[in-house]
């Protein structure tokens, strides 16, 4: 084996090995938090859904392009193949959309008591449910190519010219044309959200600016021997900066995987190098792996629960007094 091979193969396994505990931690935290609670706030439904999707996109990812690398891409059939990119498409699409929601709502979340705002999100509260079913079903709908043009490793290299190596599988499209409305379909499901989560965020960091010019305003009113009362929701803040995190490195890390899609779309195929690829692969899988890190250490109740089963468990450990 190429030891640049043994490299990209060892670079996807430590992706594996972040993201899936990560992605893991957070939906352990949720369910021990549905169980004691017996329900769970919007917000934290929406993490948790963004958590599974996010585990899907590693395992399916990460871990397929580790075992190519490594040589074992062979084990997947064209049924197998088919599979792997669908799951892996409608996953990643997900993943997008559902941060979108979630910048969504914690820009309604933040909004005052008696507005407009505030009642759509009552609306929004009430029907998250068929919320998750519609994005399912709009993103289950966009991956169908998948299913209709992907086939194990093939070695007929005239297939390469309307065609996408993903390591353990190949994407062929029937023609040009074909491929680069697929391609710009794909570019445009991400832009869209990213674009409206981008706003989402404006209007979250606008909220806080103004937030923080109250906080100083009552302070020096207070110092001044004036009465006043402090600023509630600081559960709401700290969940706003987490999403405006999440947001931001949703933005650069697609934003840099859309450009190199791009790039692969319109350059000659004599022309692309196969960092390119790599690059591309590796920066669509960075979100699902950087994401749970951000939330675990934004989410108190995911570190409340987390360090609870920890403590739980070194309990059950320790060996009875004789």
């Known amino acids: ?57 590693v395992g399916v990812r990460c871990l397929l392009e580790t075992l190519a690398s490594l040589h074992l891409s062979s084990i997947f059939s064209d049924l197998g193949c088919k599979a792997v990119i669908f799951v892996y498409r409608t996953s990643r699409s997900l993943s997008i959309w559902l941060t ?13 008591p008696g507005s407009r705002w505030a009642s759509v999100r009552t609306v929004v509260t009430h029907y998250l449910g068929l919320v998750f079913l519609f994005l399912w079903l709009i993103n289950t709908c966009m991956s169908t190519a998948a299913i ?17 190596n993903v ?8 023609s040009k044309l ?19 989560m981008t706003l989402a965020s404006l209007i979250i960091l606008v909220f806080l600016y103004k937030h ?27 969940a706003a900066k987490a999403v405006v995190a999440l947001v931001t490195l949703y933005v650069v890390v697609y934003g840099i995987d859309n450009g190199l899609w791009v790039y692969t779309l319109t350059v000659r195929k004599t022309m692309r190098s196969p960092l390119i690829s790599d690059l591309r ?25 987390l360090r609870c089963r920890m403590q739980l468990t070194r309990t059950q450990e320790k060996p009875m007094p004789g």
Do not use: W
Not at 148 to 164: A, P, R, V, Y
Not at 178 to 196: C, E, F, I, Y
């Open 1 to 57: 084996m190429q030891s640049q091979e043994f490299i990209r193969g060892m670079l996807y396994l430590s992706l594996t090995v972040v993201g899936v505990p990560g992605n893991v931690a957070i939906i352990v935290a949720f369910l021990l938090l549905l169980y004691q609670e017996n329900c769970l706030l919007p917000a934290d439904a929406i993490i948790l859904h963004l958590a599974c999707v996010n585990l899907l996109v």
């Open 100 to 112: 979108f929601v979630l910048s969504a709502y914690q820009c309604l979340n933040i909004a005052p």
């Open 148 to 164: 209709l043009f992907s086939f194990g490793t093939q070695n007929d290299s005239s297939l390469l010219n309307h065609g996408i």
């Open 167 to 174: 390591q353990f599988c190949y994407v062929h499209f029937p």
């Open 178 to 196: 074909s491929k680069q409305a697929n391609g710009a379909a794909q570019v445009g499901r991400d832009v869209v959200p990213m674009a409206l």
């Open 212 to 238: 923080s010019q109250q906080v100083k305003g009552l302070r020096s009113t207070s110092r001044g021997g004036g009465g006043g009362s402090g600023v509630s929701g600081g559960a709401e803040l700290r």
């Open 281 to 305: 692969i590796f920066f669509s899988s960075l979100y699902a792996v950087l994401s749970p890190v951000v939330i675990i250490a934004s989410n108190r109740k995911v570190n409340g629960r």
